[in-house]
Each structure stands twice: as structure tokens, then as C-alpha cells.
């Protein structure tokens, strides 16, 4: 049996949400308790191994959070979220034990996974995400000299480039399928923000010797058993290229598993939030890209929000909830223009033949799918969506091919073994 | 330059960098097939962050852990291929 | 120029309106399925789909042995996606006074022609080494199978559609003398049947289904883990007693290999949210069965709705209220097993064939047991 915490608020996520939320209202006086699944707080945009020093921009707030009073709780994975009586009642389960956290007041920092959508040969070996080759660099992986395409959308595509290209890869193609108009004119927006378009010439500059190419998508992988080459185009000209990674991912989804389990609303995959970070559910707020995709610096801002409002500390704090309160406007403006430059085009919704596996985990193709309206009916009519993943895979791929709203969330949000479910009496 | 320290991948010693997952460090190794899927197909990481459970492996006798997830430990034993 | 006006509109395309689709369907009349959601969407969809012959009275024996037999004589018809196993069912006793228990129910099944075999206590660790020791002993049925019932509905619905029945994704939302009646408009009918489980009394009211909620959770993979599905013997007084509240262990080995545990019955309305407080009740209850559980991998937990009735026997036959309305509804934790007996008997009473099994103890208008 592990820890049974009390805490005026329980942060669930260490990203950069999770831990401007915890700091805050730690700093106001709140108990806070930080969950999160990594080894090291940061979340995905500064991975880093513990005991490692953070990234250089992670390293204020992270610094903060050390001294900020925060009981932070790392390689710990929610799997239940309930609500008895005015406390909400989470539970993690950390080295095979269960920890339990009981607080009035939630705050939601889940943050973001990478979409994946399907095309013929992305269950090779070898495929990876975009972020998600640039995270095992970040966790030591060994893969110098290795030829990479990098192929998908969004700026993550360029960032993990140049995490690639740094950790000494051959990234020999870099294929961002949003057409030129669609960045340069995100580009020129982001004048309004300087340190966001020095951040994309620092990329390009870091990546300089490798093609990258706009309006061109990755259609196929092949190999025998693993990855041999990617098959590129811009609908008209056919690239074929030798390589040993295909590191595609096609945006970022937000982890909206526990909002849903709870109960929160939640619009267009976004968590509904008020002024204060609100969600729908008493006692509940979110912050970051659950509430929209819009980066690192906007996730900051709502995460001070909420942690402040968590804290019933608002009032007190007028003058910088102003200044929050703008720079989240402006991070959802920088979020929205996101969206729409690097919308997926038609051809990549379309990647996907009728062979084509869309459920990974239960090796469902396409063709199965093609009789099943909802997520629900997929899942009962084929398997899709009942393996390990429970659908956080297949499930992000079919909403945005088919259009299927998910299915109910059940716990346990990860597996766990049975005991864990069996564990309702804690220490007090 | 880190540390190196050995783990033991299907029966062979493999030295890796301290602090590095054991995806990263299979990877790395050479191994691009960590499991099998339901239908026999050879199957590696993809997200690398715990969400997809491609990665998983057999560490010191446990199945269906995530690599991705896990530290590498000194004489840590992992099976591949399920 | 509308289609011409169906014999039957069966209302409800879960397992047992799927089965009586294909039974009157197989008898040439002009069928129409409604389904307000997708072929075992509701309790169907939910259920472990063990087929078991129950002993609890005479009638739900007749009615799950038939049963039983429709559904072992169908074996090489059923697609691979109905994962048809014959694993039999493991009944177990903790003490002797639940061997007993299995001393009788042997003698039951045996007087009426079902194969059992009394197992001792080495015997029930033989059969299932993962059951914790020093069990008194069990009852093996070898004849109970499992199968997987959304994909059941399905076939039994494919049949149904061979058979020249048409399936309309319309919800219902009143019935008649007639005719059915949903958003999109009337259809008329010559019969009805309402095979919509749990919600069957929002179209006939004064229908005594109540929902029982019950939970499963299903694990990963662990192949080899139990064969048999495997019961404890307080299985039936969870399933009739009035606690409101209560667990009996039962699980069943999947053909995928994950194992499926429950099970659970608490009056909760229609409120599907898992009850944590029972899963532990339930797992707990599991433990002690087999320790082993403890360490597999939990998936997912969900809930389902048992249509339950004051005498646990289902409701098959005429609708008083209505002319030429039918229901078959009301079948508690059987309605998988009874699906195709049911069938089978209410479309021998709306064609007027002799029944294959006494009607009575189903009829709509039978006398309730008292309080």
C-alpha cells in the first residue's frame, strides 16, 4: 500500500500547466500535491531524465517548484478519479503501489499526445512519432548516423529536426504537408511574438543541409520487418527515400481521458473552461493544452490561473491575474492561428488503404471499420479501441476520419493490476 | 559524456548510457522489434511517451512493462518479443 | 411507392429481438428490426455471454436448457468472430455445506437429462490450479459454453436479413395495436414485438422490468489463467436475493485470452457509473476464489443493465394491453443463453405452432409472486 496524501489542491500533470498551477497556489498558501506519470516534472516539451538539470527554459519555473512547498509526485499514473461528497478522491498507481490523493480542488494539466493517423506500413518498425523520436533522444537513445525522414505537421516537426540533427541523426527529409501560404502567413503572425519566429529561424538553422519541404506528406513506409524507406509526395511529385526512422506525428490531441471521466463539458476535443480556468465540474479546473493546443507559453499563463484560482487566491493577486488574463488571450489567438495553419489537408485524412491497421493494439484495418458509426459500435463490432491504448491511438485517428465522437471513459484510466482496483480502505 | 552501465537484452550485454530509458537504450542497441502484435506482426515504440504500449517488454521477470517508461538499472534483464 | 407493411415490427436489435427477427423471419413473415442505436447496443453489448442451463425453478430450467441445445446445435454455423467455446461451467463449493448444494444440483441436472460431474477438492484444483486450495469441491457442467454476444446479435441478425428481414436504425417511441411509431413517422404492422430489455416498460408501461446494474472488468491477456467459467454457488443468491447491494464470483476466460470478472447486482436505476465501493466488493470477493487475480492486469470496468422481473423468469408472450402486441423482454443474467428458446417459443405462439416448451410460466399476465 502506498502514500495516502491530503491536499487543498492536487495538480495532475507536471508540463508546464501543471507546474506554473502548483506553484501558485502553493505560493498562496494552498497544500498542493503534483501528480505526474514522468520521471522528472516538465512534461513532454522539457523531457529530461531526473537528476539531469532541466532544459534551459524549463529551468525558472522547475527551480520554483522545488521551492515552492509542492509535494511533488513523480512516475505516478492516475487511473481513477472520484468525487465523494466534497473531496475529490484521485488514484495513482506508482511502482506497483497505489497512492491516493484527496483534495477539494482538481486542477487538469494532462496536457498533449501526438495524432497519429495511418498510412500503409506505420506499424513497421522503425515509425515513430515526431516528438516521439525526439523524446527517446531526450532519454538517451544512441541513434547517430541513423537516416530519419521527419514528415507530418506542425512546429514540433522542426523542433524534433533539430533535436535529431543535434543528437547527431541524419535527418535526410523533413515533409510538413500544410501547404507554404498556410505557414508563411502563421509566420508573419508570429512577428506579433518575436521570440516564437526567432525560435522557428533557430530551428531551420540548426536543421540547415536537410531538405524540408512544404505541402509534402509521407504516404507509405516499406521494409521487410522494419523500415527500409518512406514514400513522400506533394500529390503530384513521388519521392522515394532510403532511411532507417520515419518519425511522423501529425499535430498534437489533447489527454482529455480524465476531464471525460470526471464529467467535465468538453467542445471541439477542448475542456470548457471559464474566466478562472473553471471547468464545469465543482472544484475542477484545467489548464494548458487540455484546453485548447496552444503551446507551452499560453499553458504557463492559464496554469497560474488556475493554480490561483484552485487556491482561492485570486483576489488578493488582482494585479497579475490581469496580466495572466492577456497573455492567455494571446496564447489562444497564437492557438487558433496553430490550427488553422497546419489543419490537416484531405489526402492525409485519406492516407489509409482498407488494409491498413488502424487499431494497433488489436490489429484492426480499415476496411473492418468501414460499417461502424461510433466509436462505440467500432469497438463491439471489431475490437478497435479494447486494447492496451484503449483507444487513445486508433480512437484521436477515427474521430478525425470517420467523425466518431469517443466512447465513455471507465476506469482504470492506465492498466492496472486488479488489486489496485480492490483498494478502497487507505491509512487516513 | 555519461556514465555507461550493462543491461542484459535477450541474453546479450548491451552498455548503456546512465539514466536512459530501456526504449531508448534498445534502440539504440540495434533492436528495432520489441514486441509482436495480436497478429504476429513485429512491433516497435512509437510515442515514446506511454501512451501507445508498443514499447512494452519484459523487465526482471515482469511482462507488459512500457520501455519507454522504465530507467535503465544496472543488470536489468529484458526480453523482447514478448 | 412505400414498402409493403411488415408482418412483424420487432422492436429492439438486442440478442433476443435479433433471435426472434430470425425465428419469424424463418417462418416467411415480412420482418422489420428497429434499433434506436447499433445491433447490441444496450444490455447485449455489456453482457459475458455465458450459456448456462440454471436450476433455480423448473420453468428457467425448461427455458435455458432448450436453450442451451439451440445454441450447441448452431455451433458449426457461427462465425469465428462469435468465439463459440464449449469451456463448460465450474461450479464452486467453499464448504460442505455448499457441497451439498452441489449434491442436489447434480441429482437436478441429472434427473433431467444434463451431464454434470461432482468434482472433490483435488479435483476442482486439478480442473482450475489458479483456484486458491482447500475448496470443498465443485460441480463441472461440461455442456454450458461461452460466446461473445455482440457479435452473436450480429450473426443472428445477418440470419434474420437472409431470411429477408430489414433493419431500420429509427428509436421507437410508442407502440400500438398495429403499428410503431417513431420521429420519423408511423409504420403499421400486423404484429409487434418489444425486445427492448431494461427500457422495455417506457413502451409498455405497467411492464415489471426493473435494471440491475452490473459490473465487469476485463483484463489483459492471460491465456491459460482459468478454462471453465467459473462460479461460486452464493452465484444464485445474489441473483434472487433483495439485497440491494451484493457480488458473487464469476469468471469466464475469453477466446482472446483476457479474462472477464464479475459479477455484481445493486438497484441503481439506470445510472451506468461504475460503483467503486462494489468493484472492490467484487474483486475482493474474487481474491478469495482465486489469489492469483490480485496480479492481472485490469483493462477496463464497466456496468450493463439486467432486465430483472419479480419472479426472474422473463416476460414471452402476448401483451395484454395491446392488441396483437408481443413482448419478450425481462431475462435477467440469461437473456444470452435464452435468446434463441425465446424465439423460438414466441413465434410459435404468434404463428399458432404448437410451443416447443410450456408457455405459461412466462405469460405477460401471469400472477405475481406475492411481496
Known amino acids: 500500500m502506498g502514500e495516502a496524501l491530503r491536499a487543498d489542491v492536487a495538480v495532475v500533470g507536471a508540463g508546464p500547466a501543471g507546474v506554473a498551477a502548483?506553484?501558485?497556489?502553493?505560493?498562496?498558501?494552498?497544500?498542493?500535491?503534483?501528480?505526474?506519470?514522468?520521471?522528472?516534472?516538465?512534461?513532454?516539451?522539457?523531457?529530461?531524465?531526473?537528476?539531469?538539470?532541466?532544459?534551459?527554459?524549463?529551468?525558472?519555473?522547475?527551480?520554483?517548484?522545488?521551492?515552492?512547498?509542492?509535494?511533488?509526485?513523480?512516475?505516478?499514473?492516475?487511473?481513477?478519479?472520484?468525487?465523494?461528497?466534497?473531496?475529490?478522491?484521485?488514484?495513482?498507481?506508482?511502482?506497483?503501489?497505489?497512492?491516493?490523493?484527496?483534495?477539494?480542488?482538481?486542477?487538469?494539466?494532462?496536457?498533449?499526445?501526438?495524432?497519429?493517423?495511418?498510412?500503409?506500413?506505420?506499424?513497421?518498425?522503425?515509425?515513430?512519432?515526431?516528438?516521439?523520436?525526439?523524446?527517446?533522444?531526450?532519454?538517451?537513445?544512441?541513434?547517430?548516423?541513423?537516416?530519419?525522414?521527419?514528415?507530418?505537421?506542425?512546429?514540433?516537426?522542426?523542433?524534433?529536426?533539430?533535436?535529431?540533427?543535434?543528437?547527431?541523426?541524419?535527418?535526410?527529409?523533413?515533409?510538413?504537408?500544410?501547404?507554404?501560404?498556410?505557414?508563411?502567413?502563421?509566420?508573419?503572425?508570429?512577428?506579433?511574438?518575436?521570440?516564437?519566429?526567432?525560435?522557428?529561424?533557430?530551428?531551420?538553422?540548426?536543421?540547415?543541409?536537410?531538405?524540408?519541404?512544404?505541402?509534402?506528406?509521407?504516404?507509405?513506409?516499406?521494409?521487410?520487418?522494419?523500415?527500409?524507406?518512406?514514400?513522400?509526395?506533394?500529390?503530384?511529385?513521388?519521392?522515394?527515400?532510403?532511411?532507417?526512422?520515419?518519425?511522423?506525428?501529425?499535430?498534437?490531441?489533447?489527454?482529455?481521458?480524465?476531464?471525460?471521466?470526471?464529467?467535465?463539458?468538453?467542445?471541439?476535443?477542448?475542456?470548457?473552461?471559464?474566466?478562472?480556468?473553471?471547468?464545469?465540474?465543482?472544484g475542477v479546473f484545467a489548464a494548458g493544452e487540455v484546453c485548447g493546443i496552444a503551446g507551452a507559453e499560453t499553458a504557463v499563463a492559464e496554469g497560474e490561473i488556475a493554480g490561483l484560482a484552485a487556491a482561492g487566491a485570486l483576489d488578493e493577486n488582482g494585479a497579475d491575474a490581469r496580466c495572466l488574463f492577456a497573455a492567455r488571450a494571446r496564447g489562444r489567438l497564437f492557438g487558433e492561428e496553430l490550427g488553422k495553419a497546419f489543419a490537416l489537408r484531405p489526402e492525409v485524412l485519406a492516407l489509409a488503404m482498407p488494409e491498413t491497421l488502424v487499431c494497433r493494439c488489436e490489429d484492426v484495418p480499415l476496411s473492418r471499420l468501414a460499417a461502424a458509426r461510433s466509436m462505440r459500435e467500432a469497438k463491439l463490432a471489431t475490437r478497435a479501441g479494447m486494447g492496451a491504448c484503449q483507444g487513445r491511438v486508433c480512437g484521436s485517428a477515427l474521430s478525425r476520419i470517420r467523425g466518431f465522437s469517443s466512447d465513455s471513459v471507465r476506469p482504470p484510466l492506465v492498466p492496472v493490476p486488479m488489486e489496485a482496483l480492490a483498494s478502497e480502505e487507505e491509512p487516513t | 559524456m555519461r556514465d555507461r552501465m550493462t543491461i542484459r537484452v535477450d541474453g546479450r550485454s548491451v552498455a548503456v548510457a546512465r539514466g536512459s530509458t530501456v526504449a531508448a537504450a534498445l534502440l539504440g542497441s540495434g533492436v528495432p522489434a520489441f514486441r509482436t502484435s495480436v497478429t504476429g506482426e513485429p512491433r516497435g515504440p512509437l510515442c515514446a511517451m506511454g501512451v501507445c504500449f508498443e514499447c512494452r517488454v519484459t523487465i526482471d521477470g515482469r511482462p507488459e512493462e512500457r520501455a519507454c517508461m522504465t530507467l535503465c538499472r544496472d543488470g536489468m534483464e529484458v526480453l523482447t518479443r514478448g | 411507392m412505400s414498402a409493403p407493411r411488415p408482418d412483424v415490427a420487432v422492436v429492439g436489435a438486442g440478442i433476443v429481438g435479433a433471435a426472434c427477427a430470425e425465428a419469424l423471419a424463418a417462418r416467411g413473415l415480412r420482418v422489420e428490426i428497429f434499433e434506436s442505436g447499433f445491433p447490441g447496443a444496450g444490455s447485449t453489448g455489456s453482457a459475458m455471454g455465458h450459456l448456462v442451463v440454471l436450476d433455480d425453478s423448473e420453468a428457467q430450467f425448461a427455458l435455458s436448457s432448450f436453450s442451451r441445445t439451440l445454441w450447441e446445435n448452431r455451433t458449426r454455423e457461427l462465425p469465428a468472430e462469435v468465439e463459440d467455446v464449449p469451456s463448460g461451467t465450474l461450479w464452486v463449493a467453499a464448504d460442505e455445506e455448499e457441497m451439498a448444494h452441489v449434491r442436489s444440483k447434480a441429482a437436478f441436472y441429472g434427473a433431467r437429462g444434463v451431464a454434470t460431474e461432482i468434482l472433490d477438492s483435488k479435483g476442482v484444483a486439478e480442473a482450475e490450479p489458479n483456484l486458491r486450495p482447500g475448496l470443498a469441491g465443485g460441480l463441472r457442467v461440461p455442456g454450458d459454453r461461452i460466446l461473445y454476444p455482440p457479435a452473436a446479435a450480429r450473426f443472428l441478425l445477418s440470419r434474420a436479413a437472409s431470411g429477408g428481414a430489414r433493419i431500420r436504425r429509427e428509436e421507437i417511441l410508442e407502440v400500438g395495436a398495429g403499428f410503431v411509431r417513431s420521429s420519423a413517422g408511423r409504420t403499421d404492422a400486423g404484429s409487434v414485438v418489444v425486445a427492448t430489455g431494461a427500457s422495455s416498460p417506457s413502451l409498455l408501461p405497467g411492464l415489471a422490468i426493473v435494471p440491475k446494474k452490473g459490473h465487469l472488468v476485463i483484463t489483459d491477456r492471460a491465456p491459460g489463467f482459468c478454462r471453465h467459467q467459473i462460479i461460486e454457488l452464493g452465484y444464485l443468491k445474489s441473483a434472487h436475493g433483495?439485497?440491494?447491494?451484493?457480488?458473487?464470483?464469476?469468471?469466464?476466460?475469453?477466446?482472446?485470452?483476457?479474462?472477464?470478472?464479475?459479477?455484481?447486482?445493486?438497484?441503481?436505476?439506470?445510472?451506468?457509473?461504475?460503483?467503486?465501493?462494489?468493484?472492490?466488493?467484487?474483486?475482493?470477493?474474487?481474491?478469495?476464489?482465486?489469489?492469483?487475480?490480485?496480479?492481472?492486469?485490469?483493462?477496463?470496468?464497466?456496468?450493463?443493465?439486467?432486465?430483472?422481473?419479480?419472479?426472474?423468469?422473463?416476460?414471452?408472450?402476448?401483451?395484454?394491453?395491446?392488441?396483437?402486441?408481443?413482448?419478450?423482454?425481462?431475462?435477467?443474467?440469461?437473456?444470452?443463453?435464452?435468446?434463441?428458446?425465446?424465439?423460438?417459443?414466441?413465434?410459435?405462439?404468434?404463428?399458432?405452432?404448437?410451443p416447443p416448451i410450456d408457455p405459461a410460466p412466462f405469460a405477460p399476465d401471469r400472477r405475481r409472486p406475492d411481496a
Request: charged share 20%; hydrophobic share 45%; with cysteine.
Open chain 1, 22 to 282: 502548483a506553484c501558485r497556489a502553493s505560493e498562496s498558501g494552498a497544500r498542493v500535491v503534483l501528480l505526474d506519470d514522468n520521471l522528472a516534472p516538465g512534461g513532454q516539451i522539457h523531457r529530461h531524465l531526473p537528476g539531469d538539470a532541466p532544459p534551459p527554459k524549463a529551468r525558472p519555473w522547475i527551480d520554483r517548484l522545488w521551492k515552492s512547498g509542492a509535494q511533488v509526485v513523480t512516475a505516478a499514473s492516475l487511473f481513477d478519479a472520484e468525487i465523494l461528497g466534497e473531496e475529490w478522491r484521485l488514484r495513482a498507481i506508482r511502482g506497483g503501489q497505489v497512492h491516493v490523493v484527496r483534495a477539494r480542488r482538481v486542477v487538469v494539466a494532462t496536457g498533449a499526445r501526438e495524432l497519429f493517423m495511418p498510412f500503409p506500413g506505420w506499424t513497421l518498425p522503425g515509425v515513430l512519432g515526431a516528438g516521439g523520436a525526439q523524446a527517446l533522444v531526450k532519454s538517451g537513445a544512441d541513434l547517430s548516423g541513423k537516416r530519419a525522414v521527419v514528415a507530418g505537421s506542425g512546429p514540433l516537426l522542426l523542433s524534433a529536426a533539430a533535436s535529431l540533427t543535434g543528437a547527431g541523426v541524419r535527418v535526410v527529409f523533413v515533409a510538413e504537408q500544410a501547404p507554404l501560404r498556410a505557414i508563411a502567413s502563421f509566420g508573419l503572425r508570429l512577428l506579433a511574438t518575436p521570440g516564437k519566429l526567432l525560435e522557428g529561424i533557430w530551428y531551420r538553422g540548426a536543421i540547415a543541409g536537410s531538405p524540408c519541404r512544404t505541402g509534402f506528406w509521407v504516404k507509405a513506409a516499406g521494409g521487410e520487418g522494419r523500415v527500409e524507406r518512406a514514400h513522400v509526395t506533394n500529390g503530384t511529385r513521388k519521392l522515394e527515400i532510403a532511411c532507417d526512422l520515419v518519425c511522423a506525428g501529425w499535430g498534437l490531441v489533447p489527454n482529455l481521458e480524465l476531464p471525460r471521466l470526471i464529467g467535465c463539458e468538453i467542445s471541439a476535443e477542448t475542456v470548457v473552461v471559464g474566466r478562472y480556468q473553471e471547468t464545469t465540474r465543482s
Open chain 3, 242 to 354: 433483495g439485497a440491494r447491494e451484493s457480488v458473487a464470483f464469476n469468471i469466464q476466460p475469453r477466446a482472446t485470452g483476457q479474462m472477464l470478472l464479475g459479477s455484481s447486482r445493486e438497484l441503481a436505476g439506470f445510472d451506468a457509473s461504475v460503483n467503486r465501493s462494489l468493484v472492490a466488493r467484487m474483486i475482493a470477493r474474487g481474491k478469495e476464489y482465486m489469489p492469483a487475480l490480485a496480479r492481472l492486469s485490469a483493462l477496463r470496468t464497466w456496468t450493463g443493465f439486467r432486465p430483472a422481473t419479480p419472479d426472474n423468469l422473463p416476460f414471452i408472450g402476448r401483451w395484454p394491453a395491446l392488441r396483437d402486441v408481443w413482448v419478450a423482454a425481462g431475462h435477467e443474467g440469461l437473456g444470452i443463453t435464452t435468446s434463441l428458446g425465446t424465439a423460438r417459443l414466441l413465434a410459435s405462439l404468434i404463428v399458432g405452432e404448437p
